[in-house]
């Protein structure tokens, strides 16, 4: 049965959340969500989530799954804070393991944290189904930005994480711990090869020469037209631009509070005695 997808674009982080609803029985699945985060005072609100929040109540749709393409650097996941609200299951690729345990080395958490991807409902392989209503999601292990980055396949729409961006922004970086520009290139050109007439759903857009922001683009105009990847780029010049480019880049603005919080599934850190739950900032490591 065909899908319908609803798009929410989360400014302050260029973030595109997607709701996809399966049109007969009105079940969803919500993939990469976003909650509000003030870096000045470490203050999180949920004021964008609520929206999708809201939407999902007016259009009496029942929200089964949140779908998370990898754990990200640069937001925070609201899938907790919805998870609080509705009887939802969490669900990201088995490859967050592998995330958990170098972060946990990095902010030394030991045995505080177990890194064993407990935090979520479930972890996804490759090639797994995922039904919802009449509708089902085809998972697709597609590493290189990180190493538990994952696809969701619903019909003719291709949710890509951030293993593109727009056209003229080109690709994610591949300097994170297990990213691999190889891999990177090898994953995209899986993506490609799905079929011109799929639509390539963004993670984040950011938007050049004063465009609006674009939740998708087909995948010929990515074959075509992507300045970091195309259907001509080579492997050797593709590694060669984005390790060239990924030494230019710093670390994104929110990557301390993001990862703490995605690699728990959105979770806050546990309350010390005082009720409060703090974050660890590692210096001269990031």
Request: hydrophobic fraction near 35%.
């Amino acid at each position: 049965m065909s899908a319908k997808v609803k798009s929410f674009f989360h400014q302050d982080t260029n973030t595109w959340s997607h709701l996809v609803i399966c049109q007969k029985s009105q079940k969803a699945i919500l993939i990469d969500p976003v909650l509000d985060y003030s870096a000045n005072n470490a203050r999180t609100a949920s004021t964008s989530v609520d929206v999708i929040l809201n939407y999902v109540s007016t259009q009496k749709i029942k929200l089964e799954h949140i779908l998370e393409t990898h754990a990200h650097a640069d937001h925070i996941t609201a899938s907790a804070y919805i998870k609080d609200k509705l009887p939802v299951k969490i669900l990201i690729g088995k490859g967050i393991i592998n995330v958990q345990k170098t972060f946990n080395k990095i902010f030394n958490y030991s045995e505080k944290f177990i890194s064993n991807g407990h935090q979520f409902d479930d972890l996804l392989e490759d090639a797994q189904i995922i039904p919802f209503g009449s509708c089902e999601v085809l998972t697709m292990h597609t590493p290189g930005h990180t190493n538990d980055s994952m696809t969701y396949i619903v019909g003719d729409a291709v949710f890509i994480g951030d293993t593109l961006f727009a056209p003229d922004y080109g690709s994610a970086r591949c300097d994170f711990p297990g990213g691999d520009a190889a891999t990177l290139y090898d994953s995209v050109k899986s993506i490609y090869a799905l079929g011109e007439d799929k639509k390539l759903y963004l993670c984040h857009d950011y938007p050049v020469n004063d465009r609006k922001p674009k939740s998708w683009f087909y995948a010929s105009d990515q074959k075509l037209n992507n300045i970091h990847i195309n259907a001509k780029s080579t492997k050797k010049a593709f590694i060669e631009l984005r390790e060239s480019r990924d030494r230019s880049l710093s670390a994104p603005e929110l990557i301390i509070p993001s990862i703490q919080i995605n690699i728990r599934a959105g979770h806050m850190p546990k309350p010390e005695h005082n009720g409060i739950s703090y974050l660890k900032s590692p210096l001269n490591t990031l």
